[in-house]
């Protein structure tokens, strides 16, 4: 049964308890501009979160730094508009994204924090491991929220993103229409 509820103050969704309880699935490196994270996307929707559910776990081996047992949790996004699509394949049927969780016990709070009663744009990914899903294109700026202006995730640090943040939403959207067209 998928697991879902929305952060019910803007301080709750300030701390982004969803984004920092998940690592990003074979990713390693930031964007260095708002162009460079388009480019890099295979897929740039706005929407939201519908449902958020385990999809797999396993046993973690300590020699990898870890011990105990980690997970995959699979959300489907509610798609309000396709921004971009590299393959127009990729806008049809559901939008599946994949997000590692190596804390298990961190599930619940994933599932809370999720963007799932307001708008976000995300910048996606496949999955080198399964194409009908998809990962977060860069470390800490795969997703924007929209409370009007810009919400950066936590850890979004770069030069060129706090100029974002004085952006309202849909100027953020529009942009990358004009980036993506």
Do not use: C
Request: hydrophobic share 40%; net charge negative.
């Amino acid at each position: 049964m998928p697991l879902l509820s929305s952060p019910s103050t803007t301080a709750d969704r300030d701390t982004d308890a969803f984004r920092g309880n998940f690592y990003l699935n074979g990713v390693s490196e930031e964007a260095s501009s708002l162009d460079d994270l388009a480019r890099r996307s295979d897929l740039i929707v706005v929407g939201s979160v519908t449902s958020l559910q385990e999809s797999r776990s396993w046993v973690v081996h300590p020699s990898l730094g870890a011990d105990g047992v980690a997970l995959y949790a699979m959300t489907e996004l509610r798609v309000e508009e396709v921004v971009s699509a590299k393959d127009p394949a990729d806008t049809r049927g559901p939008i599946v994204l994949e997000l590692f969780v190596p804390v298990p016990t961190r599930f619940l709070q994933v599932a809370a924090a999720a963007p799932a009663s307001e708008r976000a744009v995300f910048f996606l990914i496949h999955t080198p491991d399964n194409p009908k899903t998809y990962s977060f294109a860069v470390l800490n700026s795969s997703y924007f929220r929209d409370a009007g202006r810009v919400l950066l995730p936590v850890g979004a640090e770069s030069d060129w993103l706090g100029t974002l943040q004085s952006q309202t939403f849909d100027g953020l959207v529009d942009e990358l229409r004009r980036i993506s067209g």
